[in-house]
């Protein structure tokens, strides 16, 4: 005979894995992206979720009520957002540098869709986040993130996170280092145009009939592609930096939330 309160237990901790893992997947980097189909990420976490359950058969978890389910639903969906969506705020920080040098370039006003965000990126923004994107995925930082989600559950079992205040220090500071690590990608270009512009200023005092309005738009487009192509090889070092701060984060918000 069947017993229906066991199969129901073992099917309600498979929820929950599945809530953790399924969370993450879909604010992680390369599976957020619109272009990886629905299916594909409801696949891959549903087969995470199996490999899961099938490692850690002995899990347990202790909750009064469907209220108490519940509670315990959205304790699994916040550490798999928390956890996905610091380490997506960590890829965008190239994004950040690369509208930095829009600006700097005069190219802020050439803004495209990205049809993988949906949202409005400039010319070297999208340039810097595909390369950065390409590197992290040579050097296997996907298979990282799938493994550092399922090694969570050795530190926070189902049904006991705790939030600590930690968590939420991390995360401040974080976005305190992102606008300092942005400007430090940016910051060779942001030289280069600089110097255009005290240049440009003492031109336009010894020669007050010629229009830098127009010659400096040239200039500065030229000058940013110019700092670009010859900064272009320190890319294989940022993409090592955001990946250590991927790892640094996630270990520290793990921490924070395990009991």
Do not use: H
């Not at 058969?57 to 969906?77: C, F, R």
């Not at 370039?105 to 949202?119: F, H, W, Y």
């Not at 900064?231 to 918000?253: G, N, Q, R, Y």
């Amino acid at each position: 005979m069947i017993q229906y309160e066991v199969a129901l237990e073992q099917l309600e901790i498979f929820v929950l894995i599945l809530m953790r893992i399924a969370s993450f997947i879909y604010v992680a980097p390369f599976f957020n992206t619109a272009n990886v189909p629905r299916r594909t990420k409801i696949g891959l976490a549903f087969f995470v979720t199996v490999l899961v359950y099938s490692v850690k058969p002995d899990m347990t978890v202790e909750y009064s009520g469907i209220i108490g389910y519940a509670v315990v639903v959205l304790q699994e969906v916040a550490v798999g957002l928390i956890l996905g969506a610091m380490a997506s705020f960590c890829v965008q920080i190239i994004m950040f540098a690369g509208k930095m040098i829009d600006m700097d370039t005069g190219l802020a006003m050439a803004q495209i869709m990205d049809p993988t965000t949906n949202v409005q990126v400039g010319i070297f923004g999208n340039f810097y986040y595909y390369i950065l994107l390409l590197l992290l995925m040579v050097s296997g930082l996907y298979r990282y993130l799938i493994s550092a989600i399922v090694e969570t559950y050795n530190v926070i079992p189902i049904g006991q996170v705790k939030f600590s205040a930690s968590i939420y220090n991390d995360i401040i500071g974080f976005m305190s280092d992102y606008f300092v690590i942005g400007f430090r990608i940016a910051l060779p270009v942001f030289s280069a145009i600089l110097l255009l512009n005290v240049i440009l200023a003492i031109l336009a005092r010894i020669a007050p009939q010629m229009n830098m309005f127009v010659v400096g738009m040239q200039l500065k487009i030229f000058v940013g592609i110019f700092a670009v192509f010859f900064t272009i090889v320190m890319m294989p070092a940022v993409s090592t930096f955001i990946e250590d701060e991927i790892k640094t984060l996630m270990a520290s918000l793990v921490r924070g939330m395990s009991p």
